[in-house]
């Protein structure tokens, strides 16, 4: 069974940055990739982005251009680095694996329970 723990959510200024990391259980390198999600209240879950084995990360255009993720394979650990932030990035972030690369987050079988990201304005 993989267990994903997200850590590193917070409160944060418009314009500030945070860095969240998502840990896996166990060795994931069967799983081909994983992947962020978010969800603010009122909304669907919405995808941020996605990074397979290889390296080959994909982020969604709302945040292509702040947003960058990365994995480290030796830590099973996943990153998300968020920076220039704005209040409608506050939400609840997950992250996720998949067999598959990815954006539909039915796709994705395993979650970690999410973390909060506050942006304040």
């Known amino acids: 069974q993989v267990q994903l723990v997200e850590s590193g959510g917070g409160l944060v200024q418009a314009g500030g940055s945070l860095r969240l990391s998502c840990a896996a259980s166990?060795?994931?390198?069967?799983?081909?990739?994983m992947g962020w999600f978010r969800q603010s209240p009122g909304k669907e879950r919405e995808f941020v982005g996605t990074i397979n084995w290889s390296g080959s990360a994909y982020c969604a255009g709302s945040v292509k251009e702040r947003f960058t993720i990365s994995r480290d394979n030796a830590k099973n650990t996943m990153y998300l680095q968020m920076n220039s932030l704005k209040p409608e990035d506050t939400a609840v972030y997950y992250c996720a694996a998949s067999s598959y690369y990815s954006t539909e987050a039915s796709d994705y079988n395993y979650w970690g329970q999410g973390t909060q990201v506050t942006v304040s304005s």
């Open positions: 166990e060795r994931t390198f069967w799983l081909n990739a």
